[in-house]
């Protein structure tokens, strides 16, 4: 007797099965994919929306303005520079579905450089009721501390958000005290 060569209706069953089971675990790893690379883009237009706000409220390191006003001072939570703190909507293609509102807010505390020893030697920051015990003489120098946060809602209507912090000193500016150009 000749022996069969070929496949039985099992081996082929059990084939497809493997194909069927490979080809849709490839198509839901690129979904996820997908979905991801929505949330890392919606992230990174954040991000650059807090370093422009942040890049904003450097120009406040400068001690006096054009007219001599000293504008560090001004320097203040939701208040300065080009940036207006609120809600900035943008459209990520033509498609007007894939719209996002991003909240741009930011909080500014002042802290200060102090002696808290007295030897004439400043050794630690503290914030304006960190320092209602010491003396204003020991302060030897400010320096403000911004956080700004950019939140959205993601396609899933999770609210989002991204924080950046940074810290602006004010600079001194008069004849004595020459800025240097490179």
């Known amino acids: 007797m000749q ?3 070929g496949f039985s209706l099992v081996e082929v069953l059990v084939a497809a099965l493997m194909m069927m089971l490979g080809v849709t675990g490839y198509i839901s790893l690129q979904s996820q994919y997908v979905r991801a690379q929505a949330t890392l883009n919606l992230r990174s237009i954040a991000l650059q929306l807090a370093q422009q706000k942040l890049d904003d409220l450097y120009r406040f390191s400068q ?28 459209t990520l293609s033509k498609d007007p579905s894939n719209t ?3 909240d741009l807010s930011w909080q500014v505390t002042q802290v200060y450089f102090v002696d808290t020893d ?4 400043a050794d630690q920051w503290l914030t304006e009721s960190g320092m209602a015990p010491l ?8 320096l403000k501390v911004v ?7 993601d396609r899933q209507g999770n609210e989002q958000q991204v924080i950046l912090q940074g810290n602006i ?14």
Do not use: C, M, R
Not at 80 to 90: F, K, R, S, V
């Open 63 to 90: 001690t006096n303005d054009d007219d001599g006003t000293p504008i560090f001072a001004q320097l203040q939570s939701e208040l300065g520079g080009q940036l207006p703190a609120g809600t900035t909507t943008l």
């Open 169 to 182: 000193a004010g600079l001194i500016q008069d004849a004595s005290f020459p800025i240097l150009h490179y």
């Open 118 to 121: 007295d030897d004439g030697i």
């Open 100 to 102: 996002y509102d991003f």
């Open 3 to 5: 022996a069969v060569k």
């Open 135 to 142: 003396s204003p003489d020991n302060n030897l120098g400010t």
């Open 147 to 153: 956080n700004v946060q950019v939140s959205w809602l």
